[in-house]
């Protein structure tokens, strides 16, 4: 009887003192990862002679996606769970491990109109016996466009998913740099037709950010056109030279093969510089979505 | 006082310079001591200073006549996706890989701040005593920025002493050791992998006029304990033989079995197998036999004819 009592308010008293509150900010993501013993699962039944009990131990990844979005948890390739976020945007996912180690986690969001997030990376010190716990997890918005080439006058359509209600910096880059402000619906939808006045032609990029956030949506590349001239047909991302508007293995495998290669096909050759090296590797895992 | 002042500032300027030029830092961590015949693990760790990368190219030397080369921990660095993985190259451990997505530093809830990336974990075995240097002679980091830029970092080096017994390390003039922030020193005893490599992905790409690739065999093996060492390649009944990701496998009028053998650095295997087709396909040999049969009605039909317009 003392035994189980002794156990009880060891494991209570353990609980209480091994819990952290370290904050950290990454580029504006306000980050703060907790460890508790177990992850509130029962106690398995005590007394006998038995090992003594180990609490599960376990990873949990909570903050903010879309409404109504997907978020799948990745772990060496593979996904090992997937959640639903709240009308809000709210999610929490959990897994239980089995190691005691720095694990790496990829997440990444998908909005209710099947648009990918970018991919957030996270390599995390678990302990046996004790959840970790990263809360404040800030997707950035999601991007589309209504086409990757347009005319000078124009109005060029960007659509995406945020938090309901959230002031947004839609920013194009290029021979011209311009930013619109644009604020989310209830539904987290927003929806900006920009005018492509007094841009010059060219190549640029656009993106979407939270106005408080630094960590910014996938960079879309789109093409401005004097009016003479026509558009070519271009995939949305460098690189998806197989055009399935994806860059995964199977474009890496491509890019492998090429890897130290001289004059490799212009389309996989991303940076133009006649060789496929780190550099085109990095633009790659840049723009990846798996 | 001034030749004091001029030294300090001599020493500053030259020694200094290369850690303090760059706030990113590349460096290495390990227990400072091991016995002779342990195993035991080195972190290649990346403080990022709160830059987002996602590529690096590392080579690191280290006494050979010292220490072995034994493997990585494929599961305890952010460098996943392999261009090269952990290999020994001209007598150096070069190690290439992209994290997607890119990173900027790690978490431990037992730490406060931003915690340094790890980028790779490589096992090394201890095979004679003295004091074994490790160092890079070359690093290339990239930052997550869709442009390939290179991220400007300083590099630090380890030492790590071998000594017989456990009781020449216990006499050694470093009473402390050395902990670096962001890593546990590490353990002398690196339990042995006796665990098989993960299943693998096993892909088979068409060859493809557009991309000048020929048809390739690509695989991507995963072992948590020691990494994978190498693979080998049966075709059919040929025999096993060493080859890298992506292979040409050529084209064949028949389709073929292909089975990659993933072997880890402890020595475990796991296989995995696919069937590759072949330009033969069933379709092709259906649509043969049809327009031969179709030929030969023709040709027996045109026959009967002429034979009977000469017979009337």
């Known amino acids: 009887m003392l035994n189980k009592s002794f156990k009880k308010v060891f494991l209570i008293l353990i609980s209480a003192s091994f819990v952290f509150f370290p904050l950290f900010s990454v580029a504006d993501e306000v980050l703060t990862v907790t460890a508790t013993v177990g992850s509130g699962g029962t106690p398995s039944p005590s007394g006998g002679g038995g090992a003594p009990y ?25 996904i090992i769970a997937e959640v639903l ?24 969001a998908v909005d209710s109109a099947g648009v990918q997030s970018v991919i957030l990376n996270y390599q995390v010190y678990l302990s046996t016996g004790y959840l970790t716990h990263l809360s404040g997890v800030l997707f950035p918005p999601t991007i589309t466009l209504d086409r990757y080439s347009a005319y000078i006058g124009d ?24 930013t ?8 987290g939808v927003y929806n900006i037709a920009v005018p492509l006045l007094n841009f010059k032609s060219g190549q640029y990029k656009i993106y979407t950010k939270y106005k408080e956030q630094a960590l910014t949506s996938k960079v879309l590349p789109f093409e401005l056109l004097a009016e003479e001239k026509v558009p070519e047909v271009k995939s949305k991302i460098p690189g998806d030279c197989n055009f399935d508007d994806r860059i995964n293995l199977k474009d890496f495998s491509i890019l492998s093969f090429w890897y130290k290669k001289k004059n490799p096909p212009a389309c996989l050759d991303v940076n133009h510089d006649k060789i496929i090296n780190l550099i085109d590797f990095s633009i790659y895992a840049y723009y990846w979505t798996g | ?78 460098l996943g996706f392999w261009i090269e993985r952990p290999h020994i190259e001209n007598g150096k451990i070069r190690l290439t890989g992209v994290i997607p997505g890119g990173v900027t530093s790690s978490y431990n809830p037992n730490k406060k701040g931003q915690q340094p990336v790890s980028l790779a974990k490589i096992i090394f075995n201890a095979k004679s005593t ?89 695989f991507y093996g995963y072992d948590a304990g020691s990494g994978i060492d190498r693979y080998e390649m049966k075709i059919g009944n040929k025999d096993w033989r060493v080859v890298e990701s992506p292979y040409n496998i050529g084209e064949s009028l028949f389709k073929r079995q292909v089975t990659v053998r993933a072997y880890d650095h402890a020595g475990n295997f796991k296989d995995s197998t696919i069937v590759v087709p072949g330009s033969l396909t069933l379709w092709v040999i259906v649509i043969f036999i049809t327009l031969t049969l179709f030929a030969f009605a023709v040709y027996e039909f045109l026959l009967i004819y002429h034979r009977r317009k000469r017979k009337g």
Request: hydrophobic fraction near 35%; avoid cysteine; aromatic fraction near 12%.
């Open chain 1, 85 to 108: 976020a709240s009308n809000l945007g709210d999610f929490s996912v959990t897994f239980e491990e089995q190691i005691d180690r720095n694990v790496v986690y990829s997440l990444y």
């Open chain 2, 130 to 218: 003295g004091v074994a240097n490790l160092y890079f002679t070359k690093s290339q980091i990239l930052k997550n920025d869709g442009l390939g830029t290179e991220l400007n970092h300083s590099k630090r080096s380890k030492a790590v002493s071998v000594y017989k017994t456990a009781e020449e390390i216990k006499e050694d003039i470093k009473p402390e050791p050395q902990v670096i922030e962001g890593e546990t020193p590490g353990v002398t005893e690196v339990p042995a992998d006796t665990e098989s490599p993960d299943r693998f992905v096993l892909e088979y790409f068409e060859s493809s006029l557009f991309l000048r690739i020929p048809s390739i065999v690509t």
């Open chain 1, 180 to 187: 619109f402000n644009v604020i989310s619906n209830k539904g």
């Open chain 2, 1 to 78: 006082m001034k030749k004091l002042l001029l030294t300090i500032l001599f020493t500053f300027l030259f020694f200094g310079s290369s850690s303090l030029a760059y706030g990113a830092e590349l460096y290495l961590s390990s227990p400072d001591n091991v016995r002779l015949g342990d195993t035991f693990e080195v972190s290649v760790l990346f403080n990022t200073e709160g830059e987002f990368i996602n590529a690096a190219d590392i080579e690191i030397s280290f006494n050979q006549k010292l220490l072995t080369f034994s493997g990585y921990k494929e599961s305890e660095g952010v």
């Open chain 1, 54 to 78: 180990i609490p599960p131990t376990s990873i949990r990844f909570s903050g903010q996606a879309y409404p109504n979005g997907k978020v799948l948890l990745i772990k060496n390739k593979n």
């Open chain 1, 155 to 178: 109005d060029l359509s960007s659509f995406g998913f945020a938090l309901p209600e959230r002031a947004l910096e839609l920013k194009i880059e290029g021979k011209d740099t311009k």
